[in-house]
């Protein structure tokens, strides 16, 4: 057996689930033939680049139909292969999902004018929001490209690394794959930014290391501290990724001030259970005394829009410095790395009989609610004929970075940054924004064209005679969904 296919064959034995190792080969030998001859940038043979992209695959718990689809994923584009023939040896599954990584490849992106680049990532999302696996494919087919981006010519570099932090690095943040998020923008910040990046590296070099030091003398006393109450505790340091620490000091919070980034290295506790993850909790306020102002996150109860899941608290830890601590579940920390492709797994689990009660340790999210917003897209791309339009509700709703934001009763609700409480009103319901007349921030009142901040509890208040928005809410709203609906009601 060859090399490579043996690789691929004992990766899927340490997989959950089960694969015809007859197909696999099937698929292998196929894929072999189509790229005959063919090289990499590298100088290795191409095979190389499905193999890999199918050993992510399996990595990330994809069922078989996927990784035979990463496998065969260049086969139609640069092997030859047709539609026809992948659909009579593979079958009608593996056939389509190929199709539409080769659509999504064919979408240019790069360098394109603003115009062409809505009308593309239009043409994009319509082909993964069609099957999620889709979007698996070409994930994993980005990430070992980026891997291996150092071979290409200067050029290539930085129009590949920059589509990456726009399209596929939010595409991944978006899908709740906290792990390929992190480790595809830091390869492409790297390329797309080189300065910015080089002088990142440079100023956090000796901080780093002493915050690194610093938090393992934080999870060894932690072991000791919560082993006899949870045996099964599971304590680690992680650093930061690179470009998640560059965005955060742009925030004006935080305005390039190291010493205002508590999270550089933090120590993440992994429990059985949820009680668990109070319980630890319980126990690392009693070693080390929370950060007043600081506080602590409760994402277990209000989760991110993405499905993620942990209690944050920030602390003193044991030389005095502020250490971020993060507390979760296994399950929860397979979600946070994993997100929608880890629900994948569960869904597949749940059907081949594991016992509810252990999935229930999880608190797993509806797969609707983590759609949304793939069907969200494809919404407004059917009422939205106009390009501008488009381009501006996806550039500003969708791709941009968001904020978290909470109503009274604690519903939490994704925003875009720079969204104001009109937005936040229109978002709730359309009433409610062509009534709301002023808006308290955290038990106070503030004016309609405040920005609103991560973690904002908003309040509208409401005038039941009013039927209307006021025109100048036009010059501050600044979600698509609230500029619609107010003009829509002036006009009427
Ligand atoms: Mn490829």
Excluded at 137 to 166: C, S, W, Y
Excluded at 237 to 249: C, G, I, M, N, T
Excluded at 347 to 373: F, T
Aim: proline share 4%; aromatic share 8%; with cysteine.
């Amino acid at each position: 057996m060859d090399q490579l296919l043996e690789k691929l064959v004992s990766a899927t034995k340490t997989s959950h689930r089960k694969f015809d190792l007859h197909l696999l080969e099937e698929a292998y030998e196929f894929t072999k033939l189509a790229h005959t001859g063919q090289l990499r940038k590298s100088g290795e043979p191409y095979l190389i680049h499905p193999v890999e992209t199918a050993l992510l695959l399996v990595e990330w718990g994809m069922d078989q139909t996927t990784v035979v689809a990463g496998l065969l994923h260049d086969t139609a584009e640069d092997g030859g292969a047709t539609y026809e023939d992948l659909e009579k040896l593979f079958g009608t599954d593996i056939a389509i999902l190929v199709d539409g990584v080769t659509k999504i490849s064919n979408v240019k992106l790069k360098g394109s004018q603003e115009d062409e680049f809505v009308e593309n990532l239009r043409k994009m999302i319509l082909v993964m929001a069609k099957d999620l696996r889709v979007v698996f494919v070409k994930l994993a087919d980005r990430l070992h490209n980026m891997r291996t981006i150092e071979h290409l010519q200067p050029g290539k570099q930085i129009k590949f690394a920059t589509e990456t932090l726009q399209v596929y690095g939010p595409l991944a943040d978006r899908l709740g794959m906290g792990e390929v998020y992190g480790e595809l923008s830091d390869l492409a910040f790297k390329y797309s930014m080189p300065e910015e990046y080089a002088k990142l590296i440079e100023q956090t070099k000796d901080i780093y290391s002493e915050t690194e030091n610093r938090a393992k003398k934080l999870r060894d006393e932690l072991i000791v501290a919560i082993t006899p109450q949870i045996p099964n505790v599971d304590v680690k340091a992680r650093r930061k990724h690179v470009y998640s620490l560059y965005r955060k000091l742009q925030r004006p919070e935080i305005n390039f001030d190291l010493d205002k980034v508590h999270d550089l290295v933090a120590a993440r506790i992994i429990t059985d259970t949820i009680a668990q993850c109070y319980v630890a909790l319980g126990i690392v306020h009693s070693l080390y005394k929370p950060v007043p102002y600081l506080g602590v996150s409760d994402y277990i109860a209000n989760p991110k829009p993405n499905g993620y899941q942990s209690l944050h608290t920030k602390v003193f830890g044991p030389d005095g410095y502020i250490l971020e601590i993060q507390i979760r579940t296994e399950e929860m920390h397979e979600q946070a790395e994993m997100g929608l492709a880890a629900h994948f797994n569960y869904a597949e689990a749940k059907s081949k009989g594991v016992s509810d009660e252990k999935l229930e340790k999880g608190a797993i999210l509806a797969p609707q609610e983590k759609l949304n917003w793939v069907k969200q897209l494809l919404t407004w791309q059917q009422q939205i004929s106009d390009n501008q339009e488009y381009f501006a509700t996806l550039k500003f709703d969708a791709l941009a970075h968001r904020i978290l934001v909470f109503s009274p009763i604690g519903d939490v609700f994704d925003l875009p940054y720079g969204s104001t409480p009109i937005d936040f009103a229109y978002r709730v319901h359309t009433q409610l924004g062509n009534q709301a007349s002023g808006a308290k921030i955290n038990g106070k009142m503030v004016p309609l064209d405040y920005k609103l901040g991560n973690g904002d509890v908003v309040e509208i208040v409401v005038d039941r005679k009013k039927n209307k928005p006021n025109r100048d809410w036009l010059r501050f709203a600044a979600t698509h969904v609230a500029r619609s609906h107010i003009a829509k009601a002036l006009k009427s």
